[in-house]
């Protein structure tokens, strides 16, 4: 069964940081798009960044851009989001998808319904 598991949430003061990991069966997946996702409360899911399985693209959306990156370890086959000057708005589950067969494209940043395989999320809380 191929597998997607995120880590690396909890709750930071406004300002502060966070890195996310993403890691799993789907990880070791050759030609794919890695994309992390914020979902928050009674809200959709929302793309934050990209990065192609063999790390030459990455993409952020315009709401995290300068703040958070995306990475990829291959020895590891782990993808970081190392989230910088954390905002109250940034708050809510983060998800780690992987969408198998192709490199990323601004669909996989746009929509969550091109992705193959997801996490169970993990949970980022930024009082106000």
């Known amino acids: 069964q191929v597998q997607v598991a995120e880590s690396g949430g909890g709750s930071v003061r406004a300002g502060g940081s966070l890195r996310l990991t993403c890691t799993g069966s789907?990880?070791?997946?050759?030609?794919?798009?890695v994309g992390w996702f914020h979902q928050a409360p009674g809200k959709e899911r929302e793309g934050v960044a990209t990065?192609?399985?063999?790390?030459?693209?990455?993409a952020y959306s315009g709401r995290v851009k300068g703040r958070f990156t995306i990475s990829l370890d291959n020895a590891k086959n782990t993808v970081y989001l190392q989230m910088n000057n954390l905002r109250h708005e940034d708050s809510g589950m983060y998800f780690c998808?992987?969408?198998?067969?192709?490199?990323?494209?601004?669909?996989?940043?746009?929509?969550?319904?091109?992705?193959?395989?997801w996490g169970q999320g993990t949970q980022v809380t930024v009082p106000s």
């Open positions: 990065i192609d399985r063999d790390d030459t693209d990455v």
């Open positions: 789907a990880l070791t997946i050759y030609r794919a798009c």
């Open positions: 998808g992987v969408a198998a067969g192709g490199w990323c494209y601004s669909r996989h940043l746009d929509s969550s319904t091109t992705y193959n395989y």
